[in-house]
């Protein structure tokens, strides 16, 4: 069973950066594609990001793209999420997941491990 442990999250100005990371354990990191998540208060799920297990591929939702950079360390069994230019609409929490595909899905439901979230609150 994987476990994934997400830090990184706080309250900053709009225009700032904060930086996400998932650790993960009790699996074989390399083996499973991951992705970022958020949701905002009375709204769904939504995808942010996903990398392939080499890290080799990305994927971002487009309201994301040239601010938010996802890469990953198998080596530490962690995934990175470096988000600039942070938007008030950032404002969210955040879940990191793991899909055992092999392709970067975008919903859910596809992702068989999830973290607890971390709060990301950006003021205007």
């Known amino acids: 069973q994987v476990q994934l442990v997400e830090s990184g999250g706080g309250l900053v100005q709009a225009g700032g950066s904060l930086r996400l990371s998932c650790a993960a354990s009790?699996?074989?990191?390399?083996?499973?594609?991951m992705g970022w998540f958020r949701q905002a208060p009375g709204k769904e799920r939504e995808f942010v990001v996903g990398?392939?297990?080499?890290?080799?591929?990305?994927r971002y939702t487009d309201s994301v793209k040239g601010r938010f950079t996802i890469s990953r360390d198998n080596a530490k069994n962690t995934v990175y999420l470096q988000m600039n230019s942070l938007k008030p609409e950032d404002t969210a929490i955040y879940y990191c997941?793991?899909?055992?595909?092999?392709?970067?899905?975008?919903?859910?439901?596809?992702?068989?491990?999830w973290g607890q979230g971390t709060q990301v609150t950006v003021s205007s």
């Open positions: 997941a793991g899909s055992t595909g092999l392709i970067i899905f975008s919903r859910p439901h596809e992702y068989n491990y």
């Open positions: 009790g699996g074989t990191f390399s083996n499973y594609v």
């Open positions: 990398i392939s297990r080499s890290g080799s591929t990305t």
